[in-house]
Structures are given as structure tokens and as C-alpha cells.
């Protein structure tokens, strides 16, 4: 098998690093869009902090993969690198993405790594920051190239609530565009949301969607209005639905079926409860468009299933099915 990237040892990485320039290389403005490290042989512990410092400051994303590769080296250079994977079986699919959208999948490694110690109001301003810079690049341009002529419609309700009793119903009310979660139907859940925080009478609240699957994400016709990044970036920050729905986690409960792609879930995650059907699929295709998760998915999956797996899944673009998402801990029961 062979990559288009040269893969490395840990003590070809060592040398690189003894080198001031060594990695200059490893950018997706001066060659590689990405490191790849053979985990397989072992080197001695006490060779292992120059290595981790360099992982962690890398331009680009950094893949390694080894037969148990957590066994074969220390924790530091393991936990470093964004994404590990037990055979190099994944690489090809893992290196088209990110050759295709390589500024996309350098700044989801550089947020994700910022983020997985960050607080939840930081890491989402660091996500929104980061996406509003990616809204201006080459790559989202080429993306919204290729998409049709959006389709314009104005919801007169696209959020549906109902109160019974202590609890409150949210429905999410887009069903003839699959619950595509436009700019109405984020404002609308940010004023629910807001009523909830209010009113210490209700116990808490239930997130459906309407019609044949839960969410599919970002409304792709209101992708480009925002011509502007730093308004949109401003947006983002009036409206922190999922803020919000972390704030008020143990008081939320989301229940989804089907389809759940891109804030579909990200907004999900931050709930205290998240059960699905057993027909769910997630998928987080942002990198595909040229961006990153932009609805909170940087900091509320992150915290669910960890960094290097986010880093994996987001990467690879792939389905995961709502077992897997259990497994996982994306989700917390299948219904």
C-alpha cells in the first residue's frame, strides 16, 4: 500500500524535530497536508517530549496507526496525535478527504485540539471564529460553485411547542425539507430555549423533529448569504442555541430518528439525554464542503466520544449507525 504523504517513525519524527526546519514541510501551504506516523515499533520514554511538542503544534493534521498502538508507545505520543487508527486499512479514504479540503481539515485538528481543553463558552467561540474564517476560504467558495440556486422559502412555523403539564414539546417543524435547520428555526429554538431557562415551573424539556427523520443539518439553501464572516461570526454568538442547551442539559431530553447530520446532532450532544432509533444515522460531512462543524459539534460531541475519534469520524466523512453511536457515547440509549 501506498500514500501520496511519506509516513514517518517516531524516530524519524525525533530527527525531524532536532532539525529546525525538519517539518517545515508538514503544512498544507508548503507540501503535505498531513503527518502520518508508524506507531509500530517503540522508542525510549525518555525520548518522548520533543515528539509530543511537535504533534501538538503541528499545521496539519496528524494521523499515526500501528498495531495497538497504545500499547507500542507511551501515552504522550499516542494522546498527541489527532487521529490513531489500529491498522493503515483507513488511510486512503482518510487522505482524499483531507487532501481534498486541506485548509477545512487543518483547522478542525487545530480547533479540536484548542477545544479538548477548553471550557464550553470557549471552545465555542473558538469554533465560530474558526468557521467564520473557513466561510471566506477557496474551498467553501468551490463548494457553494457547485451547489444549484438555493430555493428560498419563509417558515411560518418552524418550531412547534406544546406544554403538558410540566413539560415542555419542541418539535422541530421543517418536514417537507427533512428539518433542515435554517436561520427560523434556530431563532425560534433560542427563544423556546430562553422561555425554558425562565420559567422554573417546567421540568423539562423533550426535542423531536417532525416528519421522516429528526434533522439534516445546516439549511445547504442559506449556505453563502452570509456574505460577511465577522456578521456572521456575530450571529453565531447572539444565538448560542447550543449554550443554551448545555446550560439547561439535565433539563433536556432529544429524541431522534433517522437522519441526524451535522447540527442534527451537534446540537443534540449537549443535552443531558439523547436516545435514538434503532434506523438512526449520524454523519458530520462539513470538512466535504470546505468547513468544520459550526453549530457546536467542536465542543459537545468533543466532550461525548473524545477528540481523536470526533477527529476520525469528522474526517472520514462516514455514516455511523445508532449502535455504533452508543458505543460510542454519542448517544445514550436506543429506543
Not at 509530543?52 to 503541528?58: D, E, S, T, Y
Not at 427523520?213 to 447572539?238: K, N, Y
Not at 442539559?249 to 447540527?263: L, M, N, P, T
Amino acid at each position: 500500500m501506498t500514500f501520496p504523504v511519506p509516513i514517518l517513525s517516531v524516530d524519524e519524527l525525533l530527527d525531524a524535530c532536532a532539525n529546525p526546519w525538519g517539518l517545515d514541510a508538514y503544512s498544507p501551504l508548503t507540501g503535505h497536508p498531513c503527518l502520518l506516523l508508524d506507531l509500530s515499533r517503540p522508542v525510549p520514554m525518555e525520548r518522548t517530549d520533543e515528539a509530543v511538542r511537535a504533534l501538538l503544534g503541528m499545521p496539519c493534521p496528524t494521523l499515526g496507526f500501528g498495531a495497538s498502538p497504545s500499547a507500542a508507545q507511551p501515552d504522550g505520543i499516542v494522546a498527541a496525535l489527532d487521529v490513531v487508527l489500529e491498522s493503515p486499512d483507513e488511510l486512503p479514504g482518510l487522505l482524499r478527504n483531507i487532501q481534498a479540503n486541506p485548509l477545512a481539515a487543518a483547522t478542525l485538528a487545530h480547533v479540536l485540539r484548542h477545544n479538548s481543553h477548553a471550557g464550553i463558552e470557549d471552545g465555542l467561540l473558538a469554533e465560530s471564529l474558526a468557521y467564520a474564517t473557513l466561510q471566506g476560504s477557496q474551498e467553501f467558495r468551490r463548494f457553494l460553485a457547485g451547489r444549484p440556486a438555493p430555493l428560498l422559502d419563509r417558515d411560518e412555523h418552524p418550531l412547534l411547542t406544546e406544554r403538558q403539564g410540566d413539560i415542555l414539546h419542541i418539535t422541530l417543524n421543517r418536514p417537507a425539507k427533512r428539518n433542515a435547520y435554517s436561520a427560523g428555526m434556530r431563532d425560534a429554538l433560542y427563544e423556546t430555549l430562553r422561555w425554558l431557562e425562565a420559567d422554573d415551573t417546567l421540568a423539562r424539556a423533550e426535542i423531536r423533529g417532525a416528519g421522516s427523520c429528526f434533522c439534516t443539518g445546516g439549511d445547504l439553501d442559506e449556505f453563502g448569504l452570509a456574505t460577511d464572516p465577522a456578521q456572521a461570526h456575530l450571529v453565531r454568538m447572539s444565538r448560542p442555541v447550543g449554550l443554551l442547551i448545555s446550560r439547561l442539559a439535565q433539563r433536556i431530553e432529544c429524541h431522534v430518528h433517522r437522519a441526524c447530520i451535522g447540527s442534527g446532532i451537534e446540537l443534540p450532544a449537549f443535552a443531558g439525554r439523547v436516545t435514538a432509533t434503532a434506523d438512526t444515522f449520524f454523519q458530520l460531512p462539513e470538512v466535504a464542503m470546505g468547513l468544520i462543524p459550526g453549530a457546536g459539534g467542536t465542543v459537545g460531541i468533543l466532550r461525548r466520544i473524545g477528540r481523536q475519534r470526533m477527529a476520525y469520524w469528522v474526517l472520514s466523512g462516514r455514516r455511523i449507525k445508532a449502535t455504533t453511536a452508543l458505543e460510542w457515547g454519542l448517544i445514550d440509549a436506543i429506543v
